[in-house]
T-cell receptor, first 114, second 111 residues
Framework: EAGVTQFPSHSVIEKGQTVTLRCDPI?????LYWYRRVMGKEIKFLLH????????ESGMPNNRFLAERTGGTYSTLKVQPAELEDSGVYFC????????????FGSGTRLTVV | GQQLNQSPQSMFIQEGEDVSMNCTSS?????WLWYKQDPGEGPVLLIA?????ELTSNGRLTAQFGITRKDSFLNISASIPSDVGIYFC???????????FGKGTSLLVTP
């Protein structure tokens, strides 16, 4: 079974530009999560999809961040316009409908805003 | 989300030594999880704990879910160089809920 796939693995953009991160969850997993780790800090929750619906988006920092999961398969996280403090590693994770403990994480996208 | 205090922040040990790290929270969790992150990879689940007082082992790793449900520890026995990485604790209120992570313990093991 393929794991959680994230693209790109690295992205360096200038402040003010737009970046879109993509996550392909494990096939059949209804739950999809986005997390972010800023250097030296804890991994923080951003939001949770159940299929195509946003179950919990309480962790989204501000309205410059937009997450979508059309069709309930892959998800995108767009940052527009990017700011310096958006730099960090963005992780996606997925879990099946039942038993959502300790879900599977992707390798992350390292975003650097300069 | 709730803040978890994880310590130590980093450890530098010799191969063969035992390692202990812990996590505390001001809030109760119903599940405690321990993850390891290798460079360039995402966190990988090591151990999941579901009941207060539970003690679970996975090879050389042992973790416990505190009786108060506000803390957990992870022990690694007889460390080896491939144990190098960042270890994260995480608390979860229930199935499907978001994970609340600690800041991580960076472990370095010298041969």
């Amino acid at each position: 079974e393929a794991g959680v796939t994230q693209f790109p693995s690295h992205s360096v953009i200038e402040k003010g530009q737009t970046v879109t991160l993509r996550c392909d969850p494990i096939s059949g997993h209804d739950n999809l999560y986005w997390y972010r780790r800023v250097m030296g800090k804890e991994i923080k929750f951003l939001l949770h999809f159940v299929k195509e619906s946003k179950q919990d988006e309480s962790g989204m920092p501000n309205n410059r961040f937009l997450a979508e999961r059309t069709g309930g398969t892959y998800s995108t996280l767009k940052v527009q316009p990017a700011e310096l403090e958006d730099s960090g590693v963005y992780f996606c994770a997925s879990s099946p409908t039942q038993g959502g403990y300790g879900y599977t994480f992707g390798s992350g996208t390292r975003l650097t805003v300069v | 989300g709730q803040q978890l205090n994880q310590s130590p922040q980093s450890m530098f040990i010799q191969e063969g030594e035992d390692v202990s790290m812990n996590c505390t929270s001001s809030s109760i969790f119903n599940t405690w999880l321990w993850y390891k992150q290798d460079p360039g990879e995402g966190p990988v689940l090591l151990i999941a704990l579901y009941k207060a007082g539970e003690l679970t082992s996975n090879g050389r790793l042992t973790a416990q879910f505190g009786i108060t449900r506000k803390d957990s520890f992870l022990n690694i026995s007889a460390s080896i160089p491939s144990d190098v990485g960042i270890y994260f604790c995480a608390g979860q209120l229930g199935s499907g809920y978001a994970l609340n992570f600690g800041k991580g313990t960076s472990l370095l093991v010298t041969p």
